[in-house]
């Protein structure tokens, strides 16, 4: 018994500049094996982030396109929309997604735009150096909260998925996490299902990844999974939450 | 059919990850220093390796791969790799 493994072609050979343990190199790696799989590397646009995926031009092979901080759906409408052929997807953070970017997203998803978002969320800011997210846990030390997120002073964290799903324009929203093996598999069955009803053009989807940050929770990478799966799952739980057929 | 487990130990980050999901506890961090000063994971324990690619799927890295010869091959000889690989 055994099985082969290999780097998929979608995937550059540079060394990404990740710290030990993130989880952005396996979420990369699922998008890469889905481009592969579903034949569609030549017409492919990805939209990347501000945020510690700001240089994920480097990883890929195929087109990327930098955005301001937040504006990857706005960028990426606008190349959909001239270029329907294409296959858009944005790859955006927790810090630009849910803060700063949060306006794009809920119009975005709100337009029905036929793109893709993959949304990183690790409860922290990761590259300005570990400062309180919308989507920081109650209580979690970070550098602008060292005494735990008040939720009397900032509130709780954002749950986007469910945010998005409550709009009534069709969509797909699932949300998934990368900490161990079996995740691993959900997660890019969904990153799969996502692209595919882009190709379809049937709706705007979204797949949000609980991801780990250890150099900014402070922790070794297998603390940091293990942190993520006692602390943030209960409060971000996992499956699809809106699928264009329910609803 | 012959499997080679190969780590690719200059694009590991030594993070562990892979250690800890190993279920025949195959894989170790090792003493030696990569090219970017971060310590390697590399199989201790090779023999006992069921090529699963559990710690494929988990490596942040890509740096572990399992590549498969139609030639039976000498497994001496790919155990050895394997050790120089870690």
Not at chain 1, 21 to 48: K, N, Q
Not at chain 1, 211 to 225: H, I, M, Q, R, Y
Not at chain 2, 42 to 53: G, M
Request: aromatic share 8%; net charge neutral.
């Amino acid at each position: 018994m055994g099985k082969t493994f290999a780097k998929p072609e979608a995937l550059s050979d540079q060394h990404t500049h990740y710290c030990p343990g993130c989880t952005h190199g396996v979420i990369h790696r699922l998008v890469a094996e889905v481009i592969d799989e579903l034949g569609i590397r030549g017409r492919t646009v990805g939209v990347a982030p501000v945020g510690c995926a700001v240089l994920m031009y480097n990883y890929f092979t195929f087109d990327f396109m930098e955005s301001a901080h937040g504006r990857a759906p706005a960028q990426a409408t606008g190349i959909k929309r001239v270029r329907p052929d294409l296959i858009v997807f944005t790859y955006q953070g927790d810090g630009d997604l849910a803060s700063i970017g949060m306006s794009e997203i809920v119009h975005a998803a709100n337009r029905g735009e036929k793109i893709t978002t993959i949304f990183v969320n690790n409860a922290v800011y990761g590259m300005t150096g570990g400062q309180m997210a919308p989507t920081t846990m109650p209580n979690q030390r970070t550098t602008t909260s060292p005494f735990g997120r008040n939720v009397e002073e900032v509130g709780m964290p954002i749950k986007v998925s469910e945010l998005l799903a409550s709009l009534q324009t069709d969509a797909y929203i699932a949300r998934q996490t990368v900490i161990y093996p079996k995740h691993i598999n959900r997660a890019k069955k969904a990153i799969k299902k996502a692209f595919q009803y882009q190709l379809d053009g049937r709706c705007f989807s979204f797949v949000e990844i609980v991801s780990t940050c250890p150099t900014n929770w402070g922790l070794t990478p297998v603390e940091a999974v293990k942190w993520a799966e006692e602390k943030m799952l209960p409060y971000y739980p996992l499956g699809e939450i809106k699928t264009p057929d329910k609803s | 059919m012959a499997f080679m487990h190969v780590i690719d130990s200059d694009r590991c980050k030594g993070c562990g990850l892979c250690v800890t999901i190993c279920p025949k506890k195959v894989l170790e961090i090792s003493e030696q220093v990569n090219t970017k000063g971060y310590f390697p994971a590399f199989q201790a324990r090779p023999e006992d390796c069921i090529k699963c690619a559990l710690c494929c799927t988990m490596c942040p890295d890509v740096a572990v791969t399992i590549t498969a010869s139609e030639d039976a091959g000498d497994p001496q000889q790919a155990a050895s790799t394997e050790e120089n690989d870690g």
